[in-house]
């Protein structure tokens, strides 16, 4: 035998005993196990990564109803907001429309009475003078204790009528 033959034979030789050892002392079944506790691991991981991802998707489907129901309660609060401005702005026109008629009328009768006042005074002055003509001219004609009757007469009369 040469020496590369009796180098290969001993490299045999340490190899069955190596495996023999290895088989003895039970690595394969080590190996397994781990390979196994590895592989149930990696089992429940998935099974967990499932399990966080159905989650999510239950939560995303939660949040996506909650924020249409929020929008819609949004949309509703405007559309409110809307009719009550509208509803505020037409009673605000509505007042201010009777303000302005109030305020008219009350023009009109302050107006009104001042004519009938004005008339009233310009009849009072006009019977006043017509009064003071009347006594001047009777005067110059009469004797003063007829004129003084005619006058009584005269203004009982002009009393009357304008009461």
Not at 11 to 30: D, R, S
Not at 60 to 80: F, N, P, S, T
Request: glycine share 4%; no cysteine; hydrophobic share 50%.
């Amino acid at each position: 035998m040469d020496a590369t033959s009796l180098a290969t034979l001993w490299a045999t030789i340490a190899l069955i005993i190596f495996l023999g050892v290895a088989i003895y002392i039970k690595v394969p079944g080590m190996v397994a196990k781990a390979l196994d506790a590895r592989a149930a691991r990696i089992s429940n991981e998935l099974d967990e990564a499932r399990r966080l991802r159905e989650e999510a998707q239950q939560l995303l489907g939660q949040y996506q109803r909650k924020r249409k129901e929020a929008e819609q309660e949004a949309a509703d609060i405007v559309a409110a907001a809307k009719r009550e401005a509208e509803i505020l702005a037409a009673d605000a026109h509505q007042k201010t429309e009777d303000y302005v008629a109030r305020r008219t009328a009350l023009a009109e009768q302050k107006i009104g009475q001042a004519e009938r006042d004005a008339v009233a005074e310009v009849r009072a002055s006009a019977v006043d003078i017509a009064v003071e003509a009347a006594r001047t001219l009777l005067a110059g004609k009469i004797d003063a204790k007829a004129g003084a009757d005619l006058f009584q007469a005269s203004l009982q009369d002009v009393r009357s009528k304008l009461n």
